[in-house]
């Protein structure tokens, strides 16, 4: 079969979470050719930063297989999909990292390069999640990692990952810094991670926090808006819990797939009270200030070099 296809994509992708679309959008933006980007769904919506970069398709495993016989690339693109941990739904992390192995195996039968590319890896829980982990990394022709966490876990598992900033700064030194300069609305910009989500020790930093920025308006942003466990859910939880405490107004926002309005967002905040990696990475590079909240090795490394 002829290769015709240049890059295929896979990964969360499409309005289904802040973070991936912002690595997404990076890779794209350094690129000449245009890729085929697998996402479970396709949105009713277009987006200009995808606009000529990009064609979309639905994540289905025929297809899938198929384009992968046709391209010359297959990427697996952002994220930290391949972990396992044991407070999360054993059955559905098991699935995921399966599809990883089985779309390496694949690439291997039809001789396509697998890239795992600005991957996320770890941490394990599990002996057999590792065991998983390591075929898979096996099969990969490149893996290049965004954190040292991920860094040292895959040279545990016998691969040699390369380090390589996240593909977040690509957009944002190349597209979105030009455009945007101005900040001045008084509002906090609340950025919470489903996973780790405890109620009423987000509802006392969003306090603290705003008894010293001295602001009365909060936004409360959900990055990821699908999955196992939705940031918007909890986002909701934590606005009426803010309401019923204090007479501050409160606005849930969850991403549809709009990034530069969500940048801008985050880019005109007052301050900044985040735990998702890729709000705090906006903040950091844009000089909002920021209130970080390191529930993952990824956030907590990602200060440091900030600091560095």
């Not at 391209?71 to 044991?86: D, E, I, P």
């Not at 990292?97 to 694949?106: A, D, E, F, N, S």
């Amino acid at each position: 079969m002829a290769r015709s296809i240049s890059n295929v994509v896979a990964g969360n992708f499409a309005g289904r979470n802040f973070g991936d679309d912002l690595m997404l959008a990076g890779w794209l933006a350094r690129r000449s050719t245009a890729a085929v980007i697998l996402a479970q769904k396709v949105p009713l919506v277009s987006y200009s930063w995808l606009d000529g970069c990009a064609r979309i398709v639905q994540w289905r495993l025929f297809r899938s297989i198929v384009l992968i016989a046709r391209s010359r690339a297959f990427l697996m693109c952002g994220g930290t999909h391949l972990n396992y941990s044991s407070k999360e739904p054993r059955v559905a992390q098991f699935r995921v990292q399966l599809i990883w192995l089985i779309y390496g195996l694949v690439c291997r039968i039809f001789r396509t390069d697998f890239v795992l590319k600005a991957v996320g890896v770890g941490p394990f829980d599990s002996r057999f999640a590792r065991i998983i982990a390591r075929f898979t990394l096996a099969c990969a022709k490149e893996v290049h990692v965004r954190d040292r966490s991920s860094l040292a876990i895959c040279k545990s598992l016998g691969a040699k990952p390369i380090y390589r900033e996240d593909l977040a700064f690509s957009y944002l030194r190349l597209v979105f810094a030009e455009r945007h300069s101005e900040t001045c609305p008084a509002y906090l910009l609340v950025a919470p991670a489903a996973s780790t989500f405890d109620l009423s020790y987000w509802t006392r930093r969003v306090f603290e926090t705003l008894s010293q920025r001295e602001v009365d308006h909060v936004i409360i942003f959900a990055a990821e808006t699908d999955g196992r466990r939705r940031d918007s859910t909890v986002c909701e939880l934590l606005a009426t819990e803010i309401t019923r405490k204090h007479t501050v107004n409160v606005q849930c926002v969850a991403y549809k797939g709009d990034l530069e309005k969500v940048l801008g967002l985050i880019c005109a905040a007052d301050s900044v009270l985040a735990a998702r990696y890729h709000v705090v990475l906006v903040a950091k590079s844009l000089g909002v200030p920021l209130y970080p909240v390191s529930y993952h090795d990824k956030v907590s490394q990602l200060l440091r070099e900030f600091s560095t």
